[in-house]
T-cell receptor, first 117, second 114 residues
Framework: GAVVSQHPSWVICKSGTSVKIECRSLDFQATTMFWYRQFPKQSLMLMATSNEGSKATYEQGVEKDKFLINHASLTLSTLTVTSAHPEDSSFYIC?????????????FGSGTRLTVV | AQSVTQLGSHVSVSEGALVLLRCNYSSSVPPYLFWYVQYPNQGLQLLLKYTSAATLVKGINGFEAEFKKSETSFHLTKPSAHMSDAAEYFCAVTSQGGGNKLTFGTGTQLKVEL
């Protein structure tokens, strides 16, 4: 089945530094990838939608300059949290839509736990 | 706009008992509906999805859900709960005109007791 690899699974960084999270579709081409943020005991909130070769579309209230998304190839999207602060600590999850599936195949990564100290 | 409502943030059942997790949706166009399961500190795993084919959808691990347009519901059921079913469950909706974005419900934490 479709597999999405998300790396790292957890990261601790100092306040003011930047962190990059990678999301790779291992066995399929993903024209569209999604980035979510999940607070403890809460649902997933969509941050942005990225399409290969174009700029990401950010949801209302998400700072595009703080959460930089790059989708340079059909198998890789990255989320960079710039100048991270403790309030950015959260669980980030990516999802990729299989280009070859016509009935809405979404596959999720295993998530990244970001802690900013 | 689309939305899903999951009634009951916490559901507790005995092992071997019926599992029923409720999901109601709102959509102005024909919806596509999903159920996902999430274990602690992990991503989401697809249990099943409805994409306008059969209204009774069978998924993995013995779960199934029935799309009822008249009730705008897509409840998740499993005849007999197992301890390994304890997890967070999310209902989600999208549509052809929804920009491919999934909108999630608030989730239901399922607890299975001996």
């Amino acid at each position: 089945g479709a597999v999405v690899s998300q790396h790292p699974s957890w990261v601790i960084c100092k306040s003011g530094t930047s962190v990059k999270i990678e999301c790779r579709s291992l066995d399929f081409q993903a024209t569209t990838m999604f980035w979510y943020r999940q607070f403890p005991k809460q649902s997933l909130m969509l941050m942005a939608t990225s399409n290969e070769g174009s700029k990401a579309t950010y949801e209302q209230g998400v700072e595009k300059d703080k959460f930089l998304i790059n989708h340079a190839s059909l198998t890789l999207s990255t989320l960079t949290v710039t100048s991270a602060h403790p309030e950015d600590s959260s669980f980030y999850i990516c999802s990729a839509r299989d280009r070859g599936q016509s009935n809405y195949g979404y596959t999720f990564g295993s998530g990244t736990r970001l802690t900013v100290v | 706009a689309q939305s899903v409502t999951q009634l009951g943030s916490h559901v507790s059942v005995s092992e071997g008992a019926l599992v029923l997790l409720r999901c109601n949706y709102s959509s102005s166009v024909p919806p596509y509906l999903f159920w996902y399961v999430q274990y602690p500190n992990q991503g989401l795993q697809l249990l099943l999805k409805y994409t306008s084919a059969a209204t009774l959808v069978k998924g993995i691990n013995g779960f199934e859900a029935e799309f009822k347009k008249s009730e705008t519901s897509f409840h998740l059921t499993k005849p007999s709960a197992h301890m390994s079913d304890a997890a967070e469950y999310f209902c989600a909706v999208t549509s052809q005109g929804g920009g491919n974005k999934l909108t999630f419900g608030t989730g239901t934490q399922l607890k299975v007791e001996l």
